[in-house]
């Protein structure tokens, strides 16, 4: 399914960049208008574009002859990607469970310590707003808007709202976003209780979508807007995380944000790593279901599920 938007600016260049920011370098203009000094292209994405989709990645089986080929593959993974003792012994541990059957598996026991959830997004409720939260930086307002492109593209009503009038620039940004998908954006807390009230409603067919300042969980005057805030949605939160954070403090961050009802894992910046230590061991600490996964900052494109397999895929290249 394809994405069509329309793009105006001050001149072409500056159209095609926001047409690439996104819809992807592989965008097609289909029209072009110029009126009081602006230029407005209406573009699309290609046709075989899918805005959210399984992972690259072939799935496998990653099958082991024996148990000490197995024992070995999870140790050079957990050394690889920086996991540390506490999460190799969980794993082995779970994966001793498998060694009465020849070959020996690695999927099943990963995925008992750390949760996945692929279908999530498109079994979302309209009953549910799905609200992002995260450290500064993180991507969340570029994942926002990734989740609303995708949405749409199922053909499903949203409604966003932004709660960052913090950052300078970020509710522009995403405003910006919206407005090439032709979406409307709420700026500001004095629409959240209106907002929440409308996933209430029987009558609601639209997905509610919300992003919140970057916040720095060690940060007392962040801990208690957060706290307020997810007493006033009561809804579980989704946690957006850098692919390329230190295993460590993003573990810390985790058990941190945990404790204000985040529930869901979406990594970011999967690009710019090949060691996912971080990512994986925010979830397992806190048994965060890893939902979803982005390469690339293009709004369009490069929003992905992840499985098990898939994973167990990027850790062993």
Not at 20 to 49: H, P
Not at 192 to 213: F, G, M, Q, R
Not at 228 to 257: C, G, Y
Request: hydrophobic content about 40%.
């Amino acid at each position: 399914m394809s994405l069509q938007t329309k793009i105006t600016a001050s001149s072409m260049s500056k159209a095609l960049e926001e047409v690439k920011t996104v819809l992807g370098k592989d965008a097609i203009i289909v029209a072009t208008e110029e009126r009081d000094g602006q230029i407005t292209l209406t573009a699309m994405s290609k046709e075989n574009s899918k805005p959210f989709s399984a992972s690259p990645e072939e799935s496998s089986e990653f099958l082991y002859p024996d148990a000490l080929a197995a024992i070995k593959a999870v140790c050079d993974i957990c050394d690889a990607h920086q996991l540390g003792h506490t999460f190799c012994d969980q794993w082995l541990k779970e994966l001793s469970r498998d060694f009465s059957v020849m070959p020996v598996g690695i999927t099943r026991s990963l995925a008992a310590i750390v949760p996945f959830c692929p279908s999530w997004l498109e079994e979302v409720s309209t009953k549910q707003p799905i609200i992002l939260v995260g450290p500064p930086g993180s991507g969340k307002t570029v994942m926002l808007a990734k989740i609303a492109a995708v949405l749409l593209s199922q053909k499903r009503k949203i409604k966003v709202l932004t709660l960052d009038t913090v950052k300078a620039g970020g509710a522009m940004q995403l405003q910006s976003y919206l407005e090439a998908m032709n979406q409307k954006l709420l700026i500001g807390e004095a629409h959240l209780k209106a907002v929440l009230e409308s996933c209430d409603s029987l009558e609601n067919d639209e997905v509610v979508l919300i992003d919140t300042p970057g916040i720095n969980i060690m940060n007392e005057e962040d801990q208690n807007f957060l706290y307020r805030f997810s007493h006033q949605v009561n809804s579980p939160l989704t946690l957006v995380l850098a692919a390329d954070m230190n295993p460590m403090d993003a573990e810390e961050i985790a058990k941190n944000f945990y404790f204000f009802n985040t529930r869901y894992l979406i990594a970011t910046r999967m690009d710019v790593t090949k060691r996912y230590g971080g990512f994986l061991s925010a979830a397992k600490a806190c048994s965060l279901q890893v939902i979803a996964y982005s390469n690339t900052p293009t709004i369009g494109e490069g929003l992905h599920s992840l499985t098990v397999d898939q994973m167990i895929g990027y850790l062993s290249n």
